[in-house]
Structures are given as C-alpha cells and as structure tokens.
C-alpha cells in the first residue's frame, strides 16, 4: 500500500503522508501514468470549497461518479441499528431466568468470546486501530474499483473512518454525541437518533461490541453458510430506537441483524443485516426502500490474543417499491476487503481525535422539528447528472439511499 505521495511542484519536496494508504494495483489499473493518478488525489486532498460547482467535480471526478456516490453512500460507512454500551458486563451476564431462545444466544455468545480470545483480553482493549484496501468494490455496472481506509476507535460509540476509492473520499465518525459523514459532493451532516457504531467494525474488527449487540438476541435456528454448520441470532432494533431516527417524512419500519455463528470455530461467520425505510412521496402515495445487507468473514488471525478478521466480502442489494410493479428496482452492490494493519492500545489517541467537522449543523441548533426537504422533487440541485444514471435511480430515489443515517434540509446532501 502506497503511503505516501510525491511532491508535484517541486522534486526535491518532501513527501506527503497519506491519510488514507492507496494499494499499489490502483497504479497499475489507471490509464494515463503514474503523474495522472497523483493529479487526482491533489485534487481531492485539497480542501472542498463550498462554491465548487458539480461541473467542476464532474470533471475531477470523470464519468462514473453517480455510480461511485451510490455505492459509497450505500456500502462506505453503514451503521448498526442501535447503539452498543462499552460496559463490559453484558459480556457476562447469566443465562438463567431467560427463555429457551435467549438462553441458547447468550450461551452462543458466550463460546464466541471464548473462541476469539476470552473475556480478560477483550477488556483489556481501550482503543484500536485498523488500516485495509478494498480489493473490490462494484456495482453491476461497474468493473470494480480500489480503494483503501483506515478505521479508529476508542469506545463502540467513539470512532472514525477515512476511506478513499477511486479518487473519492469519505469521511465518517462519532464523538460520542453525534455521528456524522463527509463526502466531495456535500458538506458534512450529522445521523438522526443517538451515535451508533460503524458496520465494518462488527465484521470481524471488534469482537467485544458483537458480543454485547448480541447479547440480548435470540437463537433462531441453524444454517451451513460458506460449508460451516451455523447457529442464527437474530437481534431486532427496539421502537424507540427506530423512532429516534425516523422524522416526519421518512419512517424506519425495521432494522434486524442476523450473526451466524460456526459450531465448529464459535467464531462469526456471516453478519446480515436488513433494514426498510418508508418515504412520503408526492400525494398520499409513500415508496419503500429495502436495503439488504451480508458480509461473509474469513481469515482469522491471532493479534495481541484476540482472533481479528483479516478479509472478507459484503454483498448489497437496494430494493425500491411502492408505486406499482412498473416502478420497482433492484441494485446489487459487492465489497471486497482486506486488513494489512491492526493494533490495539494506539496510544496518545485522545477524544480530540474524534470532534466533527467544524461544518456539522445539528437539528438542535437549527431549532427544526423535523427535517425538511428530504423527498427531492427538483432534480436541478442534484449534483452530477443523476438523472441520466445508467442504473435507472432517478433524483428522489437517490436521495433516498441515506435517509437512514443523515437528515439535512438539502435534498442532495442525502446521497
């Protein structure tokens, strides 16, 4: 993974530390050399100026841009459905007193943290630290793109994400009060509802928050996923936290998660999540968006004593209906991910690390009730050509893609 970039005004200038490494096939893969590529990621190191105009990114970006912001917006930096404690007692909690669903859960739960290292090393852990590539990311119309990213995290709702593909960077996190997203084509915005932790972390990275997210679950069953006998724990996100997230255009119906856990290893083999979000459309017709989520995990590697996830595959479909069957639409996304670094314990990792952009505007600050605007029905504002999308999303269904994890008053800061 390349880390550093070159000086390009002046050669014998020193080199510039990247946020986020690149993997060296990102060189191999680009037309138009080596200098192209640096080129491009100047570009978007600078920082983004508030009158860029879509034409000017377009440019930077090329032609593959509405593609590449949907798949970012969608599998880039998913959240969980509700927040996870950092208190280490749910880790232990009996099994006693519980019906059968539930007790055989926490007895589930409780091989799997046996399995990846046992409760005095999990808690032994204050902060991490992870840097990966993405080997593939794709939609059905693209070949796959490169990319890389970085992850820490100090508590489950304390955390950051850098993630670069293609040219395009993405910024993610939490302080512990909000937890926002930052992309090129808008300003930064903050989720509705309490900070929620990051997906990827629960794909194998943070052993200790899947325990305690599902250690209120229940055991529904068995499956053989990827020719390992599993056992299925099924966790639905509670009203209340479906409520904190919805507004008065855009409803969570649901959000459920599904962890398949070997017999054999006690480790987790699948994540699957599911989540429906139901949209006001024009009149008193609503369109419904279901986003399906499943990530197979492999390579399982000792570090520091805890079995951590190296590689792995996430596979999206993003379903859309509710107008009649002429409307319905289906895209299918895939990631493919692999981590070079990990560490636990970084030190002089403060909670300054975490702050928000200074851009963030928060509902409360603002004094709204609600978020406004969300459904967009002027696809002028909408950057990037959206409505000559080769996938067919027009502008208010690309807006709607985020619903879930942002709430803005511009329609086209919800990609």
């Known amino acids: 993974m390349k880390t550093l970039c070159p000086n390009l005004d002046r050669e014998d200038g020193l080199e510039t530390v990247l946020e986020v490494p690149i993997p060296e096939e990102i060189f191999t893969h680009k037309s138009g050399g080596t200098s192209s590529v640096w080129e491009n990621m100047k570009s978007w190191m600078k920082p983004n100026c508030e009158n860029k105009s879509s034409a000017s990114m377009a440019a930077m970006f090329g032609g593959k841009n509405t593609e590449i912001q949907l798949l970012l917006g969608v599998v880039g930096a998913p959240l969980i459905p509700s927040p996870i404690t950092s208190d280490t007692q749910p880790i232990s909690r009996t099994i006693k007193d519980k019906n059968i669903e539930a007790s055989m859960a926490k007895y589930i739960v409780k091989q799997y943290v046996a399995a990846v290292g046992g409760e005095h090393a999990l808690n032994s852990?204050?902060?991490?630290?992870?840097?990966?590539?993405?080997?593939?990311m794709k939609n059905m119309q693209m070949k796959g793109e490169m990319g890389g990213f970085v992850v820490w995290q100090k508590r489950p709702e304390l955390w950051c994400l850098e993630l670069v593909v293609s040219g395009y960077k993405i910024s993610a996190g939490s302080?512990?009060?909000?937890?926002?997203?930052?992309?090129?084509?808008?300003?930064?915005h903050a989720?509705?509802?309490?900070?929620?932790?990051?997906?990827?972390?629960?794909?194998?990275l943070d052993p200790r928050s899947t325990a305690n997210l599902f250690s209120t679950s229940i055991c529904i069953g068995e499956k053989t996923v990827d020719n390992e006998d599993c056992f299925i724990l099924k966790m639905e996100a509670e009203s209340s936290a479906l409520r904190a997230r919805s507004n008065g255009n855009v409803e969570i119906v649901r959000h459920t998660v599904w962890g398949y856990f070997s017999q054999r290893t006690g480790l987790l083999v699948q994540l699957e999540d599911s989540h429906l979000l139901k949209l006001k459309s024009t009149g008193n017709e609503c369109i419904y968006?279901?986003?399906?989520?499943?990530?197979?995990?492999?390579?399982?590697?000792?570090?520091?004593?805890?079995?951590?996830?190296?590689?792995?595959?996430?596979?999206?479909?993003?379903?859309?209906?509710?107008?009649?069957?002429?409307?319905?639409?289906?895209?299918?996304?895939?990631?493919?991910?692999?981590?070079?670094?990990?560490?636990?314990?970084?030190?002089?990792?403060?909670?300054?690390?975490?702050l928000p952009p200074s851009d963030i505007k928060m509902e409360q600050e603002k004094g709204e009730g609600e978020?406004?605007?969300?459904?967009?029905?002027n696809n002028a504002k909408l950057p990037f050509k959206i409505r000559s999308a080769s996938f067919r999303i027009s502008a208010s269904k690309v807006a709607a893609v985020n619903m879930d994890d942002s709430c803005t008053s511009e329609s086209d800061e919800d990609l």
């Open 191 to 204: 989720s509705r509802g309490p900070p929620r932790p990051l997906r990827r972390f629960l794909q194998g």
């Open 289 to 354: 968006w279901e986003t399906n989520m499943e990530s197979l995990i492999h390579d399982y590697r000792n570090v520091d004593g805890i079995q951590i996830a190296h590689s792995g595959k996430t596979r999206v479909s993003l379903i859309r209906f509710g107008e009649g069957p002429e409307t319905r639409t289906r895209t299918q996304m895939e990631e493919v991910w692999q981590v070079e670094e990990m560490d636990f314990n970084v030190r002089g990792l403060s909670v300054d690390c975490f």
């Open 125 to 136: 852990v204050e902060s991490m630290y992870a840097m990966g590539q993405m080997v593939k």
């Open 371 to 377: 978020c406004g605007g969300i459904v967009a029905t």
């Open 175 to 188: 302080d512990g009060k909000v937890a926002w997203r930052q992309t090129p084509w808008h300003h930064s």
